[in-house]
């Protein structure tokens, strides 16, 4: 790790949450001193703890309190999340004060991207358009945007460095959401799987501490990477999404598990009153269609980095529903 970026204390927003919660643990591990930022400080520390670690109640709606959060940070960690239908204005805000955070502080930002901008098809590599197929995908087209934008001197505005680290999809320990819980939760107590769409195509998930590691490694590159650089990470393997809930399910000690598949059609009746559910039916295309990265820049990158194998990877995600 650069030892400039790493003898500051890095902000972490969105740790009680997945990627937020995946990179807050990679950098107690790695000694950083974290900083975590978050609404809920009882979850925090019900979740962390350490002699490098001090949780800062506050909300990324507020640029005051993040400003004061960041003061003297080399990294702030962009892991906050809002429920798709809460994305305006709360998630534009929060990138915003993020980005003004950063530049007061001097700091990075290191930003989760995904797929929704991209549109479907692929493998898509880190030059590819932004050709959104959806609402959402406009949207994140824009964070990035903005993102970008600040990596750019003008006027008295300093540039700042900014990392987006792209994937497809995440599974882990600290990921908790209807999606994932209604996979690995119901494997874990053997249940039967619920998911979306098709069996017979590919749909990209990474476990999340993979995430995390290929993070701090590309970070760790210092001035060898521009100002501004998007760098996808691929699952080591590729699974058809009938062969990936087959391991899931032998994973947990339940094969042949049954699998249910939720027709969209009953997904959009059910968002008539649940704007979550509305939201996430326009993204039917991410499991009805395969959308793939290349993970080639990574391999360039990080010629060394090694994913967890993904019977580990499982196994730590179903174990984390048992405790």
């Known amino acids: 790790m650069s030892s ?20 807050a643990q990679e950098l107690i591990a790695r000694g950083w001193h974290v900083r975590l930022f978050g609404r809920s400080t009882a979850r925090l520390k019900a979740r962390f703890n350490g002699p490098n670690v001090e949780i800062v109640n506050g909300d990324g709606q507020y640029l005051a309190a993040l400003s004061k959060a960041a003061a003297g940070c080399g990294l702030i960690v962009h892991g906050v999340n809002y429920p798709y239908h809460q994305w305006v204005p709360f998630m534009q805000t929060a990138t915003q004060n993020v980005i003004k955070a950063a530049q007061e502080a001097g700091g990075t930002i290191l930003f989760p991207g995904n797929v929704y901008s991209l549109g479907p098809g692929g493998p898509f590599d880190e030059a590819a358009p932004h050709r959104p197929s959806a609402r959402k995908g406009v949207f994140r087209a824009r964070l990035e945007g903005f993102l970008r934008d600040a990596t750019k001197t003008e006027g008295d505005r300093p540039a700042i460095r900014v990392l987006i680290v792209r994937a497809g999809d995440f599974f882990g320990p600290s990921l908790r959401n209807g999606v994932v819980d209604r996979i690995y939760g119901n ?23 993979d995430h995390a590691r ?9 001035d060898a990477l521009p100002l501004f650089e998007v760098v996808n990470v691929t699952p080591a393997t590729r699974l058809t999404e009938r062969e990936f809930l087959a391991e899931v399910a032998r994973v947990a000690d339940h094969p042949g598990l049954k699998v249910r598949i939720m027709p969209w059609v009953v997904v959009r009746l059910i968002g008539l009153f649940n ?8 993204l039917a295309y991410l499991y009805d269609t395969t959308v793939l990265l290349s993970g080639d820049r990574l391999k360039r990158l990080l010629p060394d980095f090694r994913f967890t194998p993904l019977d580990e990877a499982l196994k730590a995600t179903i174990e984390s529903y048992r405790a």
């Open 4 to 23: 400039d970026l790493h003898s500051k204390p890095a902000l972490v927003l969105g740790a009680s949450g997945g990627f937020g919660g995946a990179m």
């Open 187 to 209: 494997a874990a107590r053997g249940k039967t799987i619920n998911t979306f769409g098709r069996l017979e195509i590919m749909h990209e998930r990474v476990f999340l501490p």
């Open 214 to 222: 290929a993070a701090l490694d590309l970070l760790s590159l210092g």
């Open 275 to 282: 704007p979550v559910i509305r939201e996430f039916a326009e």
